[in-house]
């Protein structure tokens, strides 16, 4: 194994650890929308509510739901927002993110490799570079007032959520960098190691 396929492995691993990872998010978020979800229908059901099932007070079941949904919802939105931050590196390194290859899947492996190049060293980089640069400050003022929630009973750590808009560009940048290197092992006629999966 050569030593761009041994950089071009490790920068991988990073997606594919952090893709595994948030894997399992999305259970936990199914989990908490259906928390979310259901109690509010329930408890807002009058017929539902003099079933009086289990001999539960069903009054402060309704109270505790009602001063934790709002961190619930939040919650969701965390969770949503970590899947497809993280997850999208791992998206990329899969080959499962769109693209529009109409013309693209007709090319060779060499013309795939220079629209591959280009597209990253004219679009790719300068976006997600803009997205880092660009979201420093925003992050930055954030944790400077450990900013939470604007809803009653939210979570109180949004400044760590916002992090995700440094974190995710970063991520990108380093999977780029690994379809880059492959990508200047097909033109040197090389064959890459496909990466570990």
Do not use: C
Request: positive net charge; charged residues 15%; hydrophobic residues 55%.
């Amino acid at each position: 194994m050569s030593t761009i396929d041994k950089i071009t492995h490790k920068l991988d691993m990073i997606s594919e650890y952090a893709g595994r990872t948030v894997a399992w998010f999305v259970l936990l978020l199914a989990l908490l929308t259906l928390l979310v979800a259901l109690p509010r229908y329930l408890l807002s059901n009058e017929s539902f509510m003099q079933l009086n099932l289990f001999w539960l007070n069903w009054e402060d079941i309704r109270l505790l739901y009602s001063s934790n949904v709002n961190a619930m919802s939040d919650g969701i939105q965390f969770l949503h927002a970590t899947i497809f931050m993280v997850g999208i590196s791992y998206a990329m390194k899969s080959d499962d993110h769109v693209q529009i290859d109409i013309i693209y899947r007709n090319l060779s492996a060499r013309s795939k490799a220079w629209v591959n190049i280009l597209g990253m060293l004219l679009l790719f980089y300068p976006t997600f570079i803009f997205i880092w640069v660009m979201s420093w400050q925003y992050v930055l003022n954030s944790w400077s007032i450990f900013e939470s929630s604007s809803r009653p009973g939210g979570l109180q750590f949004i400044f760590v959520l916002k992090t995700f808009l440094l974190i995710m560009p970063a991520m990108m940048i380093l999977q780029g960098s690994a379809l880059l290197l492959r990508n200047i092992q097909i033109l040197r006629k090389q064959t890459p190691e496909a990466g570990a999966n």
